[in-house]
């Protein structure tokens, strides 16, 4: 059996639930991340903020505002306003054909991953494709 532990992402960043709306679109399009995990002063996984959330709260561009007010008002908007709390999780040693199931029956595009209550990795579409392309390798040659 695979587990989520054996092809989950751990090199994880994160943001702060207290950082704004801009940090994050900041740092998702920087670093090309549809996915991030927020997390507390103690460094606690509270929640997830995902590409389409960020989107979903933007001014639209044909909104009669410019782009600095935007800005502002991007920067004045919590992450902990826009995350998602209420979040299924794995462990380490879940099954990544539960994993799978699960993503693909609720139409979602990552699962957290935690150990003792502590975020340590994320199970993305991404990893999952990454698999397959080592697996599809070992198959042709």
Known sequence: MITVGEVM????LTVEDT?????????????HIRHLPVVNGLQEFVGLLTQRDVL????????EVDREERDA??????????????????E????????????????????PVVSSGSLVGIVTE???????IKLLDRFET
């Open 9 to 12: 992402s751990t090199d994880l």
């Open 19 to 31: 950082a704004s709306l801009a940090d994050a679109r900041r740092l998702m399009t920087e670093e």
């Open 56 to 63: 979903a709260s933007t001014l639209s561009s044909l909104a």
């Open 73 to 90: 008002l991007e920067s004045s908007i919590p992450v902990r306003e826009l995350m998602h709390t209420d979040l299924a999780v794995v």
């Open 92 to 111: 380490e040693d879940t099954s990544l054909r539960e994993a799978a199931v699960y993503l693909l029956r609720h139409k979602i595009g990552c699962l």
């Open 126 to 132: 991404s990893d999952f494709l990454k698999l397959v």
